[in-house]
């Protein structure tokens, strides 16, 4: 044959050559073997019983059967036409793998700069031979190594239709995989929805979620979610939600999120005399339109109900000596007339500076910091204070038993003249006490005696002027912490008020509430339980709190929770779930029920259901839930798409809120 001529030209392999040199056309027949290169010098190799090669038009074809290797994949199908010099490809009847994607069947194909375009398709991630899901499609594009999307496909499970998906995109590249979640929901206040959650890495470190949702109801909603992870610098997550509500005829967004970085540190102390300084950045804020907006939308925010929102903003410096802060903060509460969140208090700025503690001579150690606030409450405007604290205590051990810890404390604060004060206010605070503290069979006990006196402003002169005057603290107070085992504690605690300023000396008046706290968790974690009662001697029960979560029987849980407070004494809370976790099953479930116990009356006002289903490379879920009569459904399944990636793609963040869940914790 002729030598190729430009920068495309073919190799090949056959039994028997059948060449035309007036049309330059190559018929190959038995066993044929090609490899065709374009000018990007990418490679394609065909193998066929009989084809054609028409140097010409640079094009290749055959009639039957065909299989053909290109861009890490093979594909396999009929009547093949080779466009080798604009690598151009189409084929019918065909099958492939591109690892991790598995097409089952497509009637034809189209391959073209590198993008391949199959119609009537079905493709898979499943590596099982007989897979246990697929999509049929009508349209399959994907550029292999990079990525892929499918329109108007209908998801089977085994031979069985699930649901339809309008549109379905998936990465390829190893290096920056995306997965997608699709959830379908139905609510009361937002009727039937579709929600998709894309999930990617544009860096090793930052895990990104891409929310695209739908509503019958409430419209079209969008949102990210960005966590940080696996780095010593940044530590942080961001979540944030918005939509057109159409059923509340409002634009409705939350935003919320927290994050510490390292700006810079030179704290080796081995080279240098200062021994440096670490400089760091951190924040934290929640914020939503309304209070209602947690409850409907968000997707992992554990606060459903949002009565006031927060944010604060810090730099601060940290050496071997000091920490010295800069802040911003500001807190909202929310009107319910106005229906607007309303500024509580603002502080911009506020600076700290904290010595760490050191010893003097004689073993006392000391405690000093300083702080300048400009404070802004509600509507009263700014105002300038400053203060400084220092504390000194020392320790004497007495004997094996018994340890004497005696300590003094200054206080000194100034509010600076405003609008509203002509001169500045200079307040002073004089504190000091003593703990007696004996290691005893019974648990270690802490007896203390605690005074903390404020003098008249701008003087050293006792307060008589204000009500209490001027003792702020005067208590004894008797404090026991037993801990027989590393699994279980007891703490109990009252104290008595000896300020002369109550009326009523009586013991009723002047005893402390009796704090009771019971603590278990047990190493094999069969048993996590935290109790804790709170009553005065006078006004009577005034708290019950008991959470617990403990192990039925091998991977089976169950959570059970109450409380009670004394501003409803009639109202008692409980919180009850079962985590059902069969072995060697690869289903599983949830149930839960919130209900309320008032003077013999029960109401439920939050139940829920979730069952599990777990294959080798997908995950899927069923949850129903009524909360406060809204009744909820939502199905979700996540397709991992790929073995070698799968314990990476099935992360937790996948399954347990994050970043404060962990693998195993309840929902």
Not at 417 to 435: C, M, P, Q, W
Request: net charge negative; aromatic share 16%; charged share 25%.
């Amino acid at each position: 044959m002729p030598v190729p001529s430009g920068d495309t030209y073919i190799y090949f392999n056959a039994d028997e050559l059948d060449y035309d040199g007036n049309t330059r056309t190559a018929g190959l027949l038995g066993d044929v073997n090609v490899t065709a290169v374009n000018s990007d010098f990418d490679e394609t190799r065909i193998y066929s019983e009989n084809l054609y090669i028409n140097q010409a038009e640079q094009k290749v074809y055959n009639e039957g059967e065909v299989r053909v290797e290109q861009d890490g994949g093979e594909l396999r199908g009929e009547n093949l036409f080779y466009d080798y010099q604009n690598s151009h490809l189409t084929l019918q009847n065909i099958s492939a793998e591109y690892p991790p994607i598995r097409l089952l069947h497509a009637d034809s194909a189209e391959f073209k700069n590198g993008r391949q375009r199959y119609r009537g398709a079905q493709v898979t991630c499943c590596d099982q031979e007989d897979p246990h899901y697929h999509l049929k499609a009508g349209s399959v594009t994907m550029t292999p190594e990079k990525r892929v999307y499918v329109t108007n496909a209908l998801l089977y499970l085994s031979d069985v239709p699930v649901f339809y998906l309008p549109f379905f995109w998936r990465s390829l590249d190893s290096k920056k995989p995306f997965t997608t979640y699709v959830d379908f929901t139905q609510s009361a206040r937002t009727g039937y929805g579709l929600l998709t959650s894309t999930v990617f890495f544009p860096t090793r470190n930052l895990r990104t979620t891409v929310n695209l949702d739908g509503y019958t109801k409430a419209g079209f909603g969008y949102g990210v979610q960005l966590l940080v992870q696996n780095t010593d610098k940044v530590i942080g997550n961001l979540e944030a939600y918005a939509i057109d509500d159409q059923k509340e005829e409002d634009y409705r967004w939350g935003v919320s999120g927290g994050f510490w970085a390292q700006l810079f540190d030179n704290s080796d102390h081995l080279n240098r005399d200062d021994g440096g300084a670490m400089y760091t950045m951190q924040s934290q804020f929640r914020s939503v339109s309304d209070p209602y907006f947690n409850d409907t939308y968000f997707r992992s925010n554990p606060f459903k109900f949002m009565p006031d929102q927060d944010i604060n903003v810090a730099f601060s410096r940290q050496s071997r000596r000091s920490i010295t802060r800069i802040s911003y903060s500001q807190k909202d509460e929310y009107n319910y007339v106005t229906e607007e969140y309303e500024i509580v208090e603002k502080i911009l700025p506020k600076f700290e500076y904290h010595l760490m503690p050191f010893t003097l001579p004689l073993g006392i150690v000391n405690r000093f910091n300083a702080n300048v606030y400009n404070t802004e409450v509600r509507d009263e405007g700014f105002k300038q204070t400053a203060g400084a604290f220092w504390h000194s205590s020392r320790s004497f051990n007495l004997n094996r038993t018994f340890t004497l810890l005696p300590y003094v404390s200054l206080d000194e604060r100034v509010i600076f003249r405003d609008k509203d004060n002509n001169e500045d206010a200079y307040v002073t605070r004089l504190g000091s006490g003593v703990n007696l503290r004996a290691e005893l069979l019974t648990g270690s006990l802490d007896i203390s005696y605690d005074y903390l006196k404020r003098f008249s402003t701008g003087t050293l002169n006792t307060d008589n002027v204000s009500d209490d005057m001027g003792e702020e603290l005067n208590r004894i107070y008797i404090q026991n912490h037993y801990r027989p085992s590393q699994w279980l504690y007891f703490r109990l605690g009252t104290g008595y008020d000896l300020r002369e300023t109550q009326d009523n000396w009586s013991f009723d008046n002047r005893m402390l509430p009796i704090l009771a706290e019971l603590g278990v968790n047990t190493m094999n974690g069969d048993l996590n339980l935290f109790a804790q009662n709170l009553y005065d001697v006078k006004e009577g029960q005034e708290a019950f709190v008991l959470q617990s979560d403990f192990r039925m029987f091998k991977k089976s849980r169950m959570v059970f929770g109450m409380n009670n407070y004394s501003l409803d004494q009639n109202s008692y809370l409980f919180n009850t779930k079962f985590w059902f976790r069969p072995e060697n099953i690869t289903w599983y479930f949830d149930v839960g029920v919130d209900f309320e116990i008032r003077q013999g009356s029960l109401n439920a006002y939050s139940r829920s259901f979730k069952v599990y289903k777990d294959f080798h490379d997908a995950h899927m879920e069923f949850g129903v839930e009524d909360r406060n009569n809204n009744l909820s459904f939502a199905f979700r399944i996540a397709v991992l798409c790929g073995k070698k990636h799968r314990d990476d793609t099935f992360s937790k963040e996948d399954r347990y809120w994050s970043p404060w869940r962990n693998p195993g914790d309840l929902r």
